[in-house]
């Protein structure tokens, strides 16, 4: 008998991560696709990678997925011990599954650990936001990027600058598909429920109370890791909060360095624990800027053109800093920058290509090509 079925593994470390697959599950829905009996199926891999493994099922229904089907406890610990952990864990997966396609999203240590998994054992990778990059080997998430990036079969690059990277790196054209940004089709659907669906908020009493504030997240190493860097910080923090008070979600790294340290922030910087995407989006979506040192964040600002001050060197975002309106600030110069802005004298751009709320039903759809071609390649006789 042929074997009709071309089985899917999306692969999750993390917060972000599952916001990156949310989106492309949801089309696969919509496209009919199950989790078993179909002809394209699919099933999710929770590595377990960081601090909040153990997701509440409120974090799942907000993004509209199922639980996932695996969940390999990673846990934390030195980058070689924690990729070593998911690289035995998903071998067993692996074995027991033999998807055909292992979907991988992001710079975490699982979609390194994940992606050499597969290819060693004959199984085709796509990486969903390939061809970034920052230029920076001193980042971990460089080194993930680049090794995945090299063995991965299917590149679905966010911006142009990663189909640049990519194709200068010498991967085949054939194997590069721009398609637009995940996290943005998540940003809008998101947004539309936080807009329209009345949601209840606790944090609705503070954000009405300050009126204009600005939002801040911090958690990178190279940020929080150093008592004199991250005190450097918090000194010009305090005197921003002096003008405009800052709402400021704590990274638990961040958390706990700021207690390691001893350092103080001002009382108009409103700590808050960790948020959900619906509550980090339904304060940040109204603040007058966003100082961050994340990603995604970078990203969704441009998206809704909001103002960003990104507290790195680099960015492996670049289309965010040349079209958006994200800017990269030393925190030297982060008050004067501050002042810009509260002056009315803000950065202006536009969003980029494709950023259209439709990357994942562009990725659904190379997929069911390719199932569609393992198919035929099945029924001729031929193995993949």
Not at 243 to 261: G, Y
């Amino acid at each position: 008998m042929l074997k009709r079925e071309y089985k899917l593994i999306l692969v999750a470390g993390a917060r972000p991560n599952f916001m990156k697959i949310a989106p492309i599950i949801r089309r696969l829905k919509v496209q009919g696709a199950g989790r078993t009996g179909e002809e394209l199926n699919w099933k999710i891999v929770h590595t377990g990678q960081h601090y909040d493994y153990e997701m509440s099922q409120a974090f799942f229904d907000d993004l509209e997925i199922p639980e996932p089907d695996y969940f390999l406890e990673a846990g934390s610990g030195s980058h070689a011990e924690q990729t070593a952990r998911v690289m035995v864990s998903f071998e067993k997966v692996c074995e027991q599954d033999r998807p055909d396609l292992v979907v991988v999203v992001g710079d975490v240590n699982s979609t390194l650990a994940c992606s050499i998994v597969a290819k060693k054992m004959g199984i085709e990778v796509a990486h969903v936001e390939a061809g970034l990059r920052s230029f920076d080997l001193s980042m971990p998430e460089e080194i993930n990027r680049m090794v995945t990036d090299a063995i991965s079969d299917y590149c679905f690059v966010t911006e142009q600058s990663g189909v640049y990277n990519l194709k200068k790196e010498g991967k085949s054209e054939a194997r590069i598909f721009f398609v637009g940004h995940v996290m943005i089709d998540n940003l809008l659907y998101q947004l539309e429920k936080v807009n329209t669906n009345h949601l209840h908020f606790k944090e609705r009493a503070l954000k009405e109370s300050l009126g204009k504030y600005l939002f801040m997240t911090l958690h990178r190493p190279s940020n929080v890791d150093r008592e004199q860097t991250l005190q450097r910080i918090v000194n010009v923090l305090n005197q921003i909060a002096h003008e405009v008070p800052i709402i400021f979600p704590v990274h638990p790294r961040t958390s706990k360095m700021l207690d390691q340290f001893g350092i103080e922030l001002s009382k108009n910087i409103y700590q808050l624990p960790p948020l959900g995407f619906p509550e980090s989006l339904y304060l940040w979506k109204d603040a007058v800027l966003v100082i961050t040192d994340s990603g995604g964040l970078q990203e969704e600002t441009t998206a809704l053109g909001m103002p960003c001050f990104t507290l790195r060197e680099n960015t492996e975002r670049p289309v965010t800093v040349l079209e958006g309106t994200n800017t990269l600030v030393k925190v030297e110069g982060l008050a004067k920058e501050v002042a810009e802005v509260l002056e009315g004298r803000a950065k202006r751009g536009k969003v980029p290509e494709l950023w259209d709320g439709r990357a994942a039903e562009r990725i659904v759809a190379v997929i069911e090509n390719l199932a569609t071609r393992s198919r035929h390649l099945a029924e001729n006789g031929y193995s993949r």
